[in-house]
């Protein structure tokens, strides 16, 4: 159980591009979502937090402009980066996690290049 | 501020030899202790939760304890496939006030056959 889908995996594009990804939970109901940013041997950086049916709540220093949160349904949540540059690039992670205190489970990762 | 430390940074251990990692925390108000693997190129992948002082969980190898400082991830005989990078998170603050993990920077653990 609590299996969380991430996609794509892999994503290479041009510089100026926006990229959406997804992050589903597959078989439980995610009352909140997370996303993470982790740069090569360091650990997770957490980005924003959203709610389903509210507006993400980012970490400061994280443009909102840039990083653009949608948590529309209980089990689907969306980070798309607008207008990509080679400094996004980066390894991106989704957790989601049922109500309060209970564990947070998360995707396998999307790994960003931007040419 | 909330702080958490893991170690070691890395552990290199030989095919059933036993150690610890350990996760230090400082935090205003406890409300989970979470240990989680993390293979290369995945995300990580929960193992544990632990709420109290004194509360232990057990799975396979692995057993995590708990004091009301630290955190220890104990392996038992460890196998070459138990190598990975071990997270230690604390999700802390009361009232509702927050949902957020705090992560440790992580342990790499490598088991030599």
């Known amino acids: 159980g609590a299996v969380v889908s991430q996609h794509p995996s892999w994503v290479i594009c041009k510089s100026g591009t926006s990229v959406k990804i997804e992050c589903r939970s597959l078989d439980f109901q995610a009352t909140t979502m997370f996303w993470y940013r982790q740069f090569p041997k360091q650990s997770l950086m957490l980005m924003a937090t959203s709610n389903e049916g509210s507006k993400a709540t980012y970490e400061q220093g994280v443009e909102k402009d840039k990083f653009l949160i949608n948590h529309a349904s209980l089990t689907l949540s969306t980070l798309t980066v607008t207008s990509a540059h080679p400094e996004d690039s980066s390894f991106y992670i989704c957790?989601?996690?049922?109500?309060?205190?209970?564990?947070?489970?998360f995707g396998d990762g999307t790994r960003l290049s931007i040419l | 501020e909330d702080q958490v430390t893991q170690s070691p940074e890395a552990l290199r251990l030989q095919e059933g030899e036993s150690s610890s990692l350990n996760c230090s925390y400082t935090v205003s108000g406890l409300r989970g202790l979470f240990w989680y693997r993390q293979d290369p190129g995945k995300g990580p992948e929960f193992l544990f939760t632990l709420y109290s002082a004194g509360e232990e969980k057990e799975k396979e190898r692995l057993k995590a304890t708990l004091t009301k400082k630290e955190s220890f991830l104990h392996i038992t005989a460890p196998k070459p496939e138990d190598s990975a990078t071990y997270l230690c998170?604390?999700?802390?603050?009361?009232?509702?006030?927050?949902?957020?993990?705090?992560f440790g920077t992580g342990t790499l653990l490598a088991v030599q056959p």
């Open positions: 998170a604390v999700q802390a603050g009361w009232g509702g006030a927050t949902n957020k993990l705090i």
């Open positions: 957790s989601a996690r049922g109500p309060s205190n209970q564990p947070q489970h």
